[in-house]
Nanobody, 117 residues
Framework: QVQLVESGGGLVQPGGSLRLSCAAS????????MGWYRQAPGNERELVAR???????HYAESAKGRFTNTRDNAKGTVDLQMNGLEPDAAAVYYC???????????WGQGTQVTVSS
């Protein structure tokens, strides 16, 4: 059992940056994938980025080159550095943990990101 709590969302101007953080209730050595998803009103939840326990990363096309996903297994933290944010990035961002075969371990409650001038 693990609980995930996101923080770091907020209002940012177009072109600005935000750093989202996800704190797990314990270490996350055993959680293969730690990822960030987002859901905008009227849209399905979509993968933004994910990182394996070994540090391999995968990014959605919209995130490549601008977002960086990191994790600290011992501390149980997962961060998403987002640069060059545009209005289409506005959404509720969720932290997620998955087993290697795709089974969800936990979801966070979400943190709102708003991009507006």
């Amino acid at each position: 059992q693990v609980q995930l709590v996101e923080s770091g969302g907020g209002l940012v101007q177009p072109g600005g940056s935000l750093r989202l953080s996800c704190a797990a209730s314990r270490s996350i050595f055993d959680i293969y994938y730690m990822g960030w998803y987002r859901q905008a009103p009227g849209n399905e939840r979509e993968l933004v980025a994910r990182i394996t326990s070994g540090g391999s990363t995968h990014y959605a096309e919209s995130a490549k080159g601008r977002f960086t996903n990191t994790r600290d297994n011992a501390k149980g933290t997962v961060d998403l550095q987002m640069n060059g944010l545009e209005p289409d990035a506005a959404a509720v961002y969720y932290c997620n943990g998955k087993r290697a075969w795709g089974m969800d371990v936990a979801w966070g409650q979400g943190t709102q990101v708003t991009v507006s001038s």
